[in-house]
């Protein structure tokens, strides 16, 4: 009798797994339906280059060549480098919003909202989208960079390392677009909205500038910027300055798991 009662039904073992595997089986969807986006659309890839490849060439070599900003002996353009593969994967996931209100207007939203397919699942698959998509953007940034003479690492453990990081900032900056998108509801003005706070998340961060040469308040602004945390940790794993990758972790994953929260308690109010 005590033999039987140790021994689990196998059935409740299914019941309890099967929502489990079902959420990632709907990620896991989500994800390939936003990718395929991409692959019907390959000069995306290219016209999105163009402005980190501007950034690099014009403002990093001439940079380099002022010696205007303290960067600790390593040349300014490796310095720079992770920091446009951040800005080129925030432009690539910011205006992921705009994707959502297009979905609602289209009625795609809608028809997706009354599958069993949990919020928090539709949004975790856009943003791991987003961040596949900054994964190839970031292929184009970083065979750039290593062209123009970037001393980037070759050690496949920081090379997955900086996969991650990308991803999981990806994954933020596109929920926090989902997020404004269920604030304003009108591709118009989160397009307005997407240009406004693009720019001061770049500058605001560490991507340009040594955080040393920062006045007071930007500093403190710096300090609260997600992408600022990115990009230390990018630093860190590609040319090996010195980085807080525990802390920066913890903030990348703690600040995405909220963002995904929000970001689906939003989704809703797109369909009403």
């Not at 033999?3 to 299914?14: E, I, K």
């Not at 750039?144 to 900032?169: H, K, W, Y």
């Not at 720019?199 to 040469?213: D, Q, R």
């Amino acid at each position: 009798m005590s033999a039987q009662l140790a021994v689990p039904h196998a059935g409740s073992v299914d019941t309890r797994e099967r929502p489990v595997r079902a959420l990632w089986t709907r990620v896991v969807a989500m994800c390939l339906v936003e990718l395929q986006k991409l692959r019907r659309d390959r000069t995306e890839v290219v016209t999105r280059a163009i402005q980190p490849a501007l950034w690099l060439i014009i403002f990093g070599q001439t940079f380099t060549h002022l010696r205007a900003i303290p960067t600790g002996g390593i040349p300014y353009l490796d310095f720079l480098a992770p920091g446009i593969l951040a800005q080129s994967a925030l432009f690539v996931s910011i205006f992921y919003g705009i994707h959502i209100i297009w979905e609602r207007d289209a009625g795609v939203l809608a028809k997706l909202m009354v599958t069993p397919t949990p919020r928090a699942a539709l949004v975790t698959g856009k943003a791991f989208a987003a961040g596949i998509r900054a994964l190839v953007q970031a292929v184009v940034v970083i065979v750039l960079a290593a062209l123009l003479g970037v001393a980037f690492t070759a050690d496949p453990l920081r090379l997955l390392g900086t996969a991650a990081v990308l991803v999981l900032g990806s994954a933020f900056f596109c929920c926090l677009s989902i997020t404004l998108a269920g604030l304003v509801l009108k591709r118009d003005r989160m397009m307005g909205i997407g240009q406004a706070i693009m720019m001061p998340l770049f500058f605001a961060s560490n991507a340009l500038y040594p955080v040393a040469v920062m006045p007071g308040w930007l500093q403190v602004l710096n300090h609260v910027n997600p992408l600022s945390y990115e990009v230390d940790a990018l630093r860190g794993l590609l040319i090996g300055t010195p980085a807080h990758l525990a802390l920066d972790a913890v903030v990348l994953v703690g600040s995405t798991a909220l963002a995904v929260i929000v970001a689906s308690a939003m989704l809703g109010r797109l369909t009403r």
